[in-house]
């Protein structure tokens, strides 16, 4: 899980600013170098696949939004955050759900978090071959589905993600039934 804050200035704001999922891979690498160029501060925070399946998705999202807010090297006077639910935080909060469209600080929050995530993607893409990770970016696609049932779970993988966890268990039982 992959989450960013931003503290943009009013103006200038980089052109075609908008949601990450409205953007082409290729736009979203343009605006995530003008975004980290023209931020007054941005910070990227993750939350770990055991802190997923610890916390569950929402959990997991709420404590990355926390750490990035944490890793500003300027304190916001407000957070704006995206969807319904907010993180702790010792400041002021309004919700925006659908903001990564209207707010231009969140679509470049959204933007880079996207971006870090998709590298990532691409890097565990070469640790873990066979998956599709550089293509998919480890969303649940049937190509993904797919190599699950074939290969098995990763430590990448969110074991309580009930996909995974059922290829986890096939391949126990297939492991048990072969050895046993």
Known sequence: MVAAAVIMPAR????????????????????????????????IAEASVAEIDRHNI????????????AALRIRPFAAWIDGNRPPALALPIRTIVG????????????VIAK????????????AYPG???A???????????AALAELGPTPIHRHS??????AAARRRTTLNFTLG
Do not use: N
Not at 161 to 166: G, H, I, L, S
């Open 12 to 43: 200038p704001l980089p052109r075609g600013l908008t949601d990450s999922k409205a953007l082409t891979a290729e736009e979203r690498a343009t605006l995530d170098i003008k975004i980290r160029e023209r931020a007054i501060a941005w910070a």
């Open 135 to 145: 293509s998919h970016k480890g969303y649940g696609t049937p190509a993904h589905r």
């Open 131 to 133: 998956y599709g990770l």
């Open 58 to 69: 929402l959990g997991a999202t709420l404590l990355a939004m926390r750490r990035a807010v």
């Open 161 to 166: 993600f009930a996909p995974v966890a059922r």
């Open 115 to 126: 971006v870090a995530r998709d590298r990532q993607m691409v890097e565990l893409d070469a």
């Open 99 to 110: 903001g990564d469209g209207c707010v231009p600080a969140i679509s470049a929050a959204s």
